[in-house]
């Protein structure tokens, strides 16, 4: 249990972990937002602001042109007017005022009816237009009236003002003049004049009205424009005629600034982004059309920035506090439906996980996610705790199962002890049996045996030809009947494993041999060869059990012998790598292939079709496999069928003989 | 001199068997019946070599072989056991008992003197 609860870190820091982070995330997400659309609202802003002052500027550049124009279309018409006037156009001219060799401390105007007439009309004009400074007419005569009379009455001839010279190249219209300064007064003029024609086409004088340049200002002034916009009026000569400050008036524009001079000097209609004196600017111009003037707004950026800056700021600012508050509100929202009940939840749950106590409910407060979690844990919890259940049942189902397996393989190991114990006593009464039976069967063969041999040998008297043929016959059954016991006992002793090799070194060649001179008689009395191999040298000396290979060669050469009526008996010994092969060859009756697979077994003698004509006992293939599988051999048969005689083969282990084993032998 | 064998064999049919070949072959035989009487004749008459069967009354073939072998008088006699005991281990018995050979039963006429010549030193030079 204290495992469980190190495993499950305790809920309460998971939760303010949870809120902390969920605030974190509202806070980058507000800051995220904020930030994106403050971008792109200033940018949007200024983008608007900028263009709505542009389209603003235009609009009001066309207007002022569009004013100015038609000004100056009034001041020619009514200049027009003037020049057409009957009176003005008088040619009777020569008792005008003239200038032309005025001395100022002595002149005198000395006014005629006709020139008073022409005086109070230009008088009455240029009262009637406040705008217009002075109206005056030069004539070819040098002559020169004036709306009202000169402050200083100097020397002046119109003639050779640049006014008259203008009007009098432009003699078929009116002439608006290069702004000038006047000569009497510290005002910067501009003329609008129109030569008088005769029908000839010879000029005769010329009209004009001055319109002072001051006033020009003021009206472009009052035109509300940009933030902090400037507006200024120059000539074609890039002289300003009109500005926001009177420190460039009538100064060169270039002087000022030559990116503005250059961008004046472009188009009808020019925007550009100029900097003048260090600062960005927007420059608006546009061309007034007739008197070739240029009217221009400048706005600084910088302005422009300034005006949008608050409305962004309050709108990132109102965007701020809504987003907090809509946060705010989110976390307490987020608290009251997840977070806590989530907290709960987890409380509950880490309760059971430290309790471990299934049989609990985490209690359910509504139906949404949460509730599900809930209910989805209950189900799990309920799940846990049948398998649980289950678990416990199997597991004492085990027990007892393994309780009822302990007794169940007691008592089995018992019966099996039991069995065993029985098998043992049955081993030991067979063994004891065999034991018996094979002395109870001997003591009477040795009396069989003994007195025929006596017989025969004749120590008990002389016998007859026909006694000594009997004799022999007991002699052979019972020395048949010896053979039996003894193979019977052989095989019992094999099969309790109780036979024991002797192994030792000795030659194969006189095993051959011994066995040979054995079966010899036999042979004889058939006239039945039996040619023996000389054993090679590498294959005579063997350790095995003389005696049991000695055993098993006498079974094979006494089956040959026995089942051969014509031919031979051969036998041949060979070393084939670690194998000694020993293979007795007959010529006799051979062996059937059915018969092949149970020659070795126990009790099989081959059934010849003569019953009982080859004694034996049908233990001796069996008892010979046995004993040279036991020596380590195989024993095998071969036979080309019936009537065609038999190979029997066996092998033995072969190995090479150390010079002291020889000697000291391990027994 | 004839060399003196003491046959003790409780079987009448076989007891007959031996003295009568032994004696067709000019040995001299000495009969007892069972283990004990077959001691006291062998320190009576000191025998060439003793003839014995293992399979007993009363006394059995070990226990009379290893009486005879106890005894200082008797300790050089050859003893060869013959016996229809022909299971595995009844020879080494036999030996560890205090024999000099094993005769197993049926005995073969036809060799039986060959077998027990070995321990009569003496009688190649009487025949």
């Known amino acids: 249990m204290l495992q469980s609860s190190r495993e499950f870190p305790h809920p309460v820091p998971v939760t303010m972990k949870l809120k902390w982070k969920l605030l974190v995330l509202f806070g980058v997400v507000s800051l995220a937002i904020t930030a994106t659309l403050g971008i792109l609202l200033y940018h949007q802003l200024r983008e608007d602001r900028f263009q709505s002052i542009r389209l603003n500027t235009l609009e009001q550049l066309r207007h002022i042109a569009f004013s100015v124009r038609v000004f100056f279309d009034e001041v020619e018409n009514d200049v027009r007017a003037l020049a057409q006037n009957e009176t003005v156009c008088t040619k009777k001219d020569t008792g005008f005022t003239n200038f032309t060799a005025a001395d100022e401390r002595t002149f005198q105007y000395r006014i005629g009816s006709v020139e008073q007439k022409i005086i109070d009309i230009f008088n009455a004009y240029r009262i009637t237009h406040p705008y217009v400074n002075s109206v005056y007419m030069g004539r070819a005569n040098g002559s020169f009236v004036r709306s009202h009379s000169r402050e200083r009455p100097t020397r002046y001839d119109p003639r050779t003002r640049p006014w008259y010279r203008q009007a009098e190249q432009s003699a078929g219209g009116v002439v608006i003049t290069e702004p000038y300064s006047s000569l009497t007064t510290k005002d910067v003029n501009i003329g609008v004049v129109k030569a008088l024609v005769d029908s000839v086409d010879h000029v005769y004088g010329v009209v004009g009205a001055d319109i002072t340049l001051a006033n020009l200002t003021d009206y472009i002034l009052h035109f509300r424009i940009g933030p902090a916009s400037r507006i200024l009026i120059v000539d074609r000569t890039g002289t300003v005629l009109a500005s926001w400050t009177s420190d460039l008036l009538f100064s060169k524009i270039g002087d000022y600034s030559k990116e503005l001079a250059q961008v004046l000097q472009g188009g009808h209609q020019v925007e550009e982004s100029v900097v003048i004196e260090g600062a960005h600017h927007h420059v608006f111009s546009r061309e007034i059309e007739g008197v070739g003037w240029k009217l221009a707004v400048l706005i600084p950026v910088d302005a422009i920035e300034r005006e949008i800056r608050l409305p962004v700021m309050l709108t990132t600012g109102g965007l701020v506090l809504g987003l907090l508050f809509l946060s705010a509100l989110g976390l307490m929202g987020l608290n009251a439906f997840i977070i806590r009940p989530l907290d709960h939840l987890s409380e509950e749950t880490a309760l059971i996980a430290r309790t471990s106590d299934l049989s609990r409910q985490v209690h359910i407060s509504s139906k949404d996610e949460i509730g599900m979690l809930g209910t989805s844990f209950n189900e799990m919890i309920a799940a846990l705790n049948a398998t649980q259940k289950a678990l416990r049942e199997t597991e004492q189902n085990l027990i007892r199962h393994q309780e009822h397996l302990e007794e169940l393989v007691k008592e089995r190991t018992e019966e099996l002890a039991e069995a065993r114990d029985k098998a043992q006593e049955a081993d030991r009464l067979k063994s004891a049996f065999l034991a018996s039976m094979s002395h109870e069967l001997r003591t009477p063969l040795n009396s069989i045996i003994g007195f025929t041999g006596i017989l025969l040998q004749g120590l008990a008297g002389p016998v007859n030809e026909e006694q000594v043929k009997q004799l022999t016959m007991v002699r052979n059954s019972s020395q048949h009947l010896l053979q039996l016991i003894n193979e019977v006992l052989d095989i019992s002793k094999i099969e309790a494993g109780e036979l024991k090799l002797s192994p030792d070194w000795f030659n194969l060649t006189q095993a051959v041999e011994s066995v040979e001179k054995l079966v010899r008689p036999l042979a004889d009395k058939k006239g039945l060869p039996i040619r023996v191999d000389p054993v090679p040298a590498d294959a005579d000396r063997l350790f095995h059990d003389r005696r049991r290979v000695e055993q098993v060669l006498i079974n094979l050469v006494n089956n040959a012998v026995k089942f051969t009526e014509q031919g031979e008996v051969h036998v041949r010994c060979e070393r084939l790598g670690d194998e000694v092969v020993v293979s007795v060859r007959d010529t006799g009756i051979g062996i059937k292939a059915e018969d092949m697979g149970s020659l070795f077994e126990t009790f099989r003698q081959i059934e010849t079709g003569l019953t009982r004509r080859y004694e034996g006992t049908g233990l001796g293939l069996s008892i010979s496999r046995r004993l040279v599988e036991l020596m380590g051999g195989r024993i095998m048969a071969q036979s080309d069928g019936p009537g065609r005689g038999s190979v029997f083969t066996f092998t033995l282990p072969w190995k090479r003989e150390k010079t002291d084993e020889t000697q000291n032998s391990d027994h | ?127």
């Not at chain 2, 069972?34 to 007993?56: F, T, V």
């Not at chain 2, 080494?92 to 321990?119: L, V, W």
């Open chain 2, 1 to 127: 001199m004839k060399p003196k064998i003491l046959i003790i064999e409780d079987n009448e049919q076989n007891m007959y068997l031996l003295t009568f070949i032994l004696n067709r072959h000019g040995q001299e035989v000495l009969q007892a019946r069972d283990g004990r009487q077959g001691i006291e004749l062998a320190l009576k008459e000191n025998p060439d070599l003793i003839l014995l069967d293992i399979q007993l009354p009363e006394m059995d073939g070990y226990t009379v072989a290893r009486e005879l072998r106890s005894n200082p008088v008797l300790m050089d006699i050859p003893i060869v056991a013959v016996t229809s005991y022909a299971m595995v281990g009844d020879r080494e018995k036999a030996m560890d008992a205090g024999c000099s050979g094993y005769i197993e039963k049926p005995i073969n006429p036809d060799t039986f003197m060959e077998q027990i010549a070995g321990f009569l030193p003496g009688i190649d030079q009487g025949e």
